[in-house]
């Protein structure tokens, strides 16, 4: 702190100092000159707080009380006030180059808003095929313009797909891996969707015919990515809850790391959402991943546990029980999944996963009584040991599918199975 050196009246502590001391004064009471030092700073009012003689004089600290009353000290208020503004635009400045900023990392990163088309005509993949024959009749019940393409291959009695696609009369025998094919459907349809549920089902089969699996889930999704490239057709594509394999950690979460699948089929489905993910990136090419839970109902899948326990209790076979009954799956009745798929029609993605299960595990066994039940028969139980490849449990965490696309399951094992039991009944009937 700096002092002043200067001559003013005769102070003492308490004294007011209402103006800058100049100049020699002389003490009022008793004419002694004294020289004393003012603490440097204010001195447009102020009280002195403190005396010490030094050599001829006394040393006076004044405690100064800013008053703005200078021209001087206006214009440090209006300095301040500008300095005070210039911080302000500084922050907007900085947020608004912020939240540009992130706009640019991620854009058009809206997913889940509602998009309106003015007309849709969705391509399905695997029409001929369980999931897709239904999401089909989905789509035609609700007028939405539909087309739907298979090869009707031999994994399971191609009649069957036969019947579905007699059923919708809309499906086309078309291989997803010819492109050429893929192409002129999609150009001259003007098509708006892919649901792309064509693939080699099944976990048991992958073990003895891993090709299938590497041609038809590999191989033909990139094949279909290379056509929807660059069109700007979104792309909904069946994965599975088999990619969450090894995982112990239930319910399965999309966030969960999806690092060690059990089976062939698991890996070629992960597969699938790691391609899709690379197209995003390379081509924003928007996609929707759904990680269907074993999914069952009328004209559903014959190498599915489900349909073939309903024939053997009918028949009064045995059916195998794997792992000895301790198993548990997230049975997901068709309609439920069905519904799912559709909502995905009228959102925004850019690259999203999402469960599509029940949300309720059932074990083995009681599974297998609810189909008793149904039935009206006891089952005649193999107890068989687990097979390589299965896992122990699938449970499916579907809040991100409720909050995102308003997805909720609502058909209990018990209706969903005598829907389908009711339905084998007449199929089961029928000539072949
Ligand atoms: N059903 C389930 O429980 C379940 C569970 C998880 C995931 N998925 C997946 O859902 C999708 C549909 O399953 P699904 O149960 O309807 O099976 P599905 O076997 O009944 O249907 C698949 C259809 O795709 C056809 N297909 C196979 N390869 C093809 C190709 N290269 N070109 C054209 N068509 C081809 C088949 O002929 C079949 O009709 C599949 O991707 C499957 O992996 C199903």
């Known amino acids: 702190m700096e002092w002043l050196t200067s001559l003013v009246d005769c102070f003492t502590i308490g004294d007011p100092v209402s103006k800058p001391p100049t100049g020699k004064q002389v003490c009022s009471n008793d004419n002694t000159s004294f020289t004393i030092k003012i603490k440097a700073s204010n001195y447009s009012q102020g009280r002195i707080v403190e005396e010490d003689t030094i050599n001829e004089g006394i040393k006076v600290k004044v405690e100064c009380r800013k008053m703005w009353s200078t021209k001087c000290e206006r214009l440090s208020l209006f300095q301040n006030r500008l ?76 009649s069957l797909k036969y019947l579905r696609s007699n059923i919708s009369g809309v499906v086309q025998h078309v291989d997803v891996c010819d492109l050429k094919k893929m192409t002129e459907i999609i150009a001259t349809k003007k098509i708006t969707h892919v649901i792309h549920l064509a693939a080699q089902a099944g976990v048991r089969y992958s073990l003895t015919n891993p090709q299938a699996y590497v041609k038809s889930n590999v191989e033909c999704f990139v094949q279909l990515l290379e056509t929807l490239k660059n069109t700007g057709i979104p792309l909904i594509y069946a994965s599975s809850s088999s990619v969450y394999g090894k995982n112990t950690n239930i319910p399965f979460s999309e966030d969960h790391p999806v690092v060690q699948p059990a089976s062939l089929y698991a890996a070629t489905k992960r597969e699938n959402e790691l391609l899709a993910h690379v197209y995003w990136n390379l081509y924003k090419q928007r996609s929707v991943g759904l990680r269907f839970f ?27 029980v794997f792992n000895f009954g301790k198993l548990s799956r997230d049975f997901t009745y068709i309609d439920d999944i069905v519904n799912g798929i559709i909502k995905c029609i009228d959102v925004k993605y850019d690259y999203e996963i999402l469960n599509l299960g029940r949300g309720e595990p059932q074990s083995l066994m009681q599974f297998i009584k609810t189909i008793e039940d149904i039935a009206g028969k006891k089952a005649v139980l193999d107890f068989k040991e687990m097979v390589k490849g299965d896992v122990l449990v699938t449970y499916a965490d579907v809040s991100k599918a409720k909050a995102s696309i308003g997805y909720s399951p609502n058909v209990s094992l018990k209706d969903g199975l005598t829907r389908f039991i009711s339905w084998y009944k007449l199929y089961s009937n029928q000539p072949k």
């Open 294 to 320: 074993t999914v069952y109902g009328p004209l559903g899948r014959p190498d599915m546990a489900y349909f073939s326990f309903a024939k053997n209790i009918f028949k009064g076979l045995p059916i195998p």
């Open 83 to 158: 300095i005070i503004l210039i911080v302000i635009a500084f922050i907007i400045m900085h947020l608004m180059f912020y939240l540009t900023d992130e706009k640019l990392k991620t854009p058009e990163r809206k997913s889940w808003e509602k998009v309106q088309y003015d007309k849709k005509f969705v391509l399905v993949t695997g029409g001929a095929g369980f999931v897709g024959h239904h999401v089909i009749m989905r789509l035609k019940q609700d007028n939405i313009n539909v087309i739907g393409t298979d090869n009707f291959n031999d994994y399971y009695n191609v």
